[in-house]
């Protein structure tokens, strides 16, 4: 009798634990990771993408972090280069390498991409970083098949220190959050996929930082001279150009002229189409919001308007 009260003590022991297994499992394979700012981009870049696809001819399309989704006004562009634009900025935390990789599942021959990476990008040369790896795992499954075990096994440290039921509440509060305000999100983008409501206040933080950084070459380098090469192999123009920024403080230091200036000669030194420098896309603060490089509708407004016309005198647009 005893023994039989032992087994069966065991084997709902063992069901138990199963069972808390699954239910901690579950959320750890698909939730982990998934808060709030991976779940804006995955549905903004879908509605972007949708909107982009219903234009069949020639398009201008902007890639870059959210600098480029805060900092550029693809309508303003298409209205002044006189050709379909969109706005395809995400966000800088996906990677470089993402950023590359959504651009060329994007575009198509015969149109023209506009790549305006942050600058902290051009020294990214890792494959995935920890919120593009997320993003795989949890909405593009084909595309995490193809990532090999060992990369796979990098991350796997963060299911550990991640709570996956704290995410899975960020899942049902952002389905069931509801739109408007100042915040960002898919609710707030047009059909040029610019974001339409954009924070009301002026940045007042630091910015640059430049003059600190080695003069050297790129690490992203090769990434971006190899994505100019399948651009050119598969009949599109890739102008790469540089993100919206406030005005560096270390503007004026003898380190920030070498570094910017070695940047635009290496990446035209590996024979990439270079829009301008980096000095013309810095702007006073009072243009941005609530970063360095998220502007406010008046600088969006002027840097989409000067952007435009070096486009169009770079033979973009009719």
């Known amino acids: 009798m005893l023994r039989s009260v032992y087994i069966k003590f065991f084997f709902t022991a063992v069901a138990t634990a199963?069972?808390?297994?699954?239910?901690?499992?579950?959320?750890?394979?698909?939730?982990?990771?998934?808060?709030e700012?991976?779940?804006?981009?995955?549905?903004?870049?879908?509605?972007?993408?949708?909107?982009?696809?219903?234009?069949?001819?020639?398009?201008?399309?902007?890639?870059?972090?959210?600098?480029?989704?805060?900092?550029?006004?693809?309508?303003?562009n298409a209205r002044v280069l006189g050709v379909p634009a969109f706005n395809m900025g995400l966000h800088a935390r996906l990677g470089m390498n993402?950023?590359?990789?959504?651009?060329?599942?994007?575009?198509?021959?015969?149109?023209?991409?506009?790549?305006?990476?942050?600058?902290?990008?051009?020294?990214?040369?890792?494959?995935?970083?920890?919120?593009?790896?997320?993003?795989?795992r949890i909405f593009d499954l084909p595309t995490f098949r193809t990532i090999p075990l060992k990369k796979k096994a990098r991350f796997l440290k963060f299911f550990i220190?991640?709570?996956?039921?704290?995410?899975?509440?960020?899942?049902?509060?952002?389905?069931?959050?509801?739109?408007?305000?100042?915040?960002y999100?898919?609710?707030?983008?047009?059909?040029?996929?610019?974001?339409?409501?954009?924070?009301?206040?002026?940045?007042?933080?630091?910015?640059?930082?430049?003059?600190?950084?080695?003069?050297?070459?790129?690490?992203?380098?090769?990434?971006?001279a190899s994505f100019a090469r399948w651009s050119e192999a598969n009949g599109v123009r890739l102008i790469v150009s540089f993100a919206n920024m406030a005005v560096p403080d270390d503007l004026h230091e003898p380190g920030t002229k070498r570094y910017l200036e070695n940047l635009v000669s290496v990446l035209r030194g590996a024979g990439i189409e270079v829009l301008g420098a980096p000095e013309d896309f810095f702007y006073p603060h009072t243009y941005f919001t609530d970063t360095y490089y998220h502007m406010n509708p008046p600088g969006v407004q002027l840097r989409s308007?000067?952007?435009?016309?070096?486009?169009?005198?770079?033979?973009?647009?009719?």
């Not at 239910?23 to 939730?31: E, N, S, V, W």
Request: charged share 25%; with cysteine.
């Open 305 to 318: 308007r000067q952007l435009a016309e070096r486009l169009k005198k770079a033979g973009v647009g009719r």
């Open 161 to 183: 220190f991640q709570h996956p039921f704290d995410s899975f509440v960020n899942f049902l509060r952002y389905r069931h959050a509801k739109p408007g305000g100042t915040g």
């Open 98 to 136: 993402f950023l590359i990789q959504d651009a060329k599942k994007g575009a198509r021959k015969g149109d023209t991409i506009v790549f305006l990476p942050e600058y902290e990008l051009f020294n990214d040369d890792e494959e995935y970083s920890q919120m593009g790896f997320n993003y795989y």
């Open 18 to 35: 199963l069972f808390l297994f699954v239910l901690y499992f579950i959320p750890a394979c698909f939730f982990t990771g998934l808060d």
């Open 37 to 76: 700012s991976l779940l804006w981009v995955a549905e903004m870049k879908e509605k972007k993408q949708v909107y982009a696809d219903r234009e069949a001819g020639p398009r201008v399309l902007f890639y870059g972090g959210s600098a480029t989704l805060l900092g550029v006004s693809a309508e303003e």
């Open 185 to 224: 999100g898919s609710n707030n983008i047009s059909e040029y996929g610019d974001q339409t409501i954009l924070p009301d206040k002026i940045y007042s933080g630091a910015s640059g930082g430049f003059s600190k950084m080695k003069v050297r070459e790129p690490p992203a380098l090769e990434r971006l």
